[in-house]
């Protein structure tokens, strides 16, 4: 039995140094003129079906909001005083938050 230690002979197995990586971007096929036209296609069937959405929204009988469904504004003296409200609120919030800031 031999007692030499094993090793990876470069002049028995060659060498990497000449080997290049293979980009993913070569893996992936090019796009094509008809690969352009399928996205185009796809997105103006997006589109065409928003627009069917948003129309038949407007188009409906039943309003989108119902004030039964947020008493929370009536209660505040009508949307204007309650958006009022809502904003003061806000405005103390960004206000405390810069203070902290600047400490």
């Known amino acids: 039995m031999s007692t030499?230690?094993?090793?990876?002979d470069s002049a028995r197995f060659g060498s990497f140094q000449g080997a290049e990586p293979v980009e993913p971007t070569r893996l992936v096929p090019a796009p094509t003129?008809?690969?352009?036209?399928?996205?185009?296609?796809?997105?103006?069937a997006r589109q065409e079906e928003k627009r069917r959405s948003l129309s038949a929204f407007f188009e409906r009988d039943t309003p989108a909001w119902n004030p039964d469904d947020h008493p929370e504004i009536d209660v505040?003296?009508?949307a204007a005083a309650w958006v009022k409200k809502m904003r003061?609120?806000?405005?103390?919030?960004?206000?405390?938050?810069?203070r902290r800031a600047r400490s």
């Open 4 to 8: 030499q230690p094993i090793t990876l």
């Open 88 to 98: 003061r609120e806000s405005d103390r919030a960004s206000m405390r938050r810069s």
């Open 33 to 44: 003129a008809e690969d352009a036209i399928r996205a185009r296609l796809a997105d103006v």
């Open 76 to 78: 505040a003296g009508g």
